[in-house]
């Protein structure tokens, strides 16, 4: 919205600072984090006006979370998502086509979310929408995001997966891509979805990998530094800079009230949303591979889960003493604090590594 104000006088300092991503991309971090901080009490009241009981606890996991997370709402996403909404809004160029399928995917993902947490606290049980129901949403969801966003880029990268490290190396899949988009961005969801199972264990590796892919966006989107730098340039997405700035501020800001002892869950509202919405983003970049490389814990969480399924099928024995995995060490007695601050550390460093993919070609 405020980028339109672009066709300003040129000699004035604030329309010359508008036109530059870096400087829109930390005012919309700070609009969402003062969003966030704003509506954050009046959102938390309106969760718990409706969920009297709070989110239920599944009777078979860590027995404690019987106890100190009873009568705690969930759908804590809606404030995520507006912030993040309003500040995309408000600082990001609107022409920008990428803006607005990244938009869709996020905003559609946390329709899903709202529906299984409404389903949830409504009806008292666990279950929410079917797993297969839940599937068929993301996957139509997915598909057209993913034929939005390719749309968009160059011929040559619309159709091919990129690898990192190797500047030239690309397996092409031709018209199959969408399809491998949109397992991207389906797979992102579900696997931030299984990690959100403690006070802030995914919205920090959220914001960790949204820093990353903020300076990955920039970076691609502009020609001097991508070529500079060897990577396939991707004209426009250096205004996915700004929604990544903002998913970070969206995200400091819920996590003042997340932050042990939680004041609010994000529920399926949150995580669905911003696994998806960090998939498009990896899509969009044509950094897919280096998602799963910062994105490392949600793909273990995720791991976890498979091989505990598959071994308990085959064999009757968990490989696990509970999956996703932070319930693992939750079971030998790990204190919260420990694994979520553990998982934190482990999510820094698998940045760095992300990054370090950038220079090494």
């Given at each position: 919205m405020i980028p339109a104000l672009l066709a300003g006088p040129g000699d004035l300092i604030i329309f010359n600072l508008l036109r530059y991503v870096t400087f829109r991309a930390g005012a919309a971090c700070l609009t969402a984090?003062?969003?966030?901080?704003?509506?954050?009490?009046?959102?938390?009241?309106?969760?718990?006006?409706?969920?009297?009981?709070?989110q239920p606890i599944r009777a078979d996991g860590p027995e404690r979370h019987?106890?100190?997370?009873?009568?705690?709402?969930?759908?804590?996403?809606?404030?995520?998502?507006?912030?993040?909404?309003?500040?995309?809004?408000?600082?990001?160029?609107?022409?920008?086509?990428?803006?607005?399928?990244?938009?869709?995917?996020?905003?559609?993902?946390?329709?899903?979310?709202?529906?299984d947490d409404w389903l949830k606290v409504t009806k008292r049980n666990t279950k929410g929408v079917s797993a297969r129901g839940k599937l068929v949403v993301q996957f139509g969801l997915g598909l057209a995001a993913a034929i939005g966003i390719l749309w968009f880029l160059p011929p040559g990268l619309n159709d091919s997966l990129t690898l990192p490290v190797f500047k030239e190396a690309m397996i092409p899949f031709s018209l199959f891509f969408p399809v491998v988009a949109m397992l991207v961005m389906v797979g992102a969801s579900n696997a931030v979805n299984l990690t959100d199972g403690l006070d802030g264990l995914a919205i920090v590796p959220v914001m960790i990998a949204a820093g990353v892919f903020a300076l990955i966006a920039y970076l691609?989107?502009?020609?001097?530094?991508?070529?500079?730098?060897?990577?396939?340039?991707?004209?426009?997405?250096?205004?996915?800079?700004?929604?990544?700035?903002?998913?970070?501020?969206?995200?400091?800001?819920?996590?003042?009230?997340?932050?042990?002892?939680?004041?609010?869950?994000?529920?399926?509202?949150?995580s669905l949303a911003l696994g998806g919405a960090l998939g498009a983003v990896a899509v969009a970049t044509k950094h897919e591979v280096v998602l799963a490389i910062v994105g490392g814990v949600f793909v273990v969480e995720t791991l976890s889960v498979v091989i505990?399924?598959?071994?308990?099928?085959?064999?009757?024995?968990?490989?696990?003493?509970?999956?996703?995995?932070?319930?693992?060490f939750e079971k030998k007695g790990w204190a919260e604090p420990t694994i979520v601050i553990r998982f934190w550390i482990i999510s820094m460093i698998l940045a760095l590594v992300g990054l370090s993919t950038l220079k090494i070609r």
């Open positions: 984090l003062v969003v966030s901080m704003l509506f954050g009490p009046m959102v938390i009241r309106w969760l718990r006006g409706f969920q009297r009981g709070g019987l106890i100190e997370k009873k009568g705690t709402p969930t759908m804590g996403g809606v404030l995520i998502l507006l912030a993040l909404c309003v500040s995309t809004l408000l600082w990001a160029d609107l022409r920008n086509g990428m803006v607005w399928a990244v938009l869709f995917l996020t905003l559609g993902f946390g329709l899903l979310g709202f529906a691609v989107g502009n020609r001097v530094f991508s070529d500079y730098l060897q990577l396939h340039f991707v004209p426009g997405t250096g205004e996915l800079a700004v929604f990544c700035s903002a998913l970070i501020g969206a995200g400091l800001g819920f996590l003042w009230f997340n932050a042990p002892p939680a004041a609010v869950f994000m529920g399926d509202t949150g505990q399924v598959f071994w308990y099928k085959r064999t009757g024995k968990r490989v696990f003493l509970m999956a996703p995995l932070h319930h693992h």
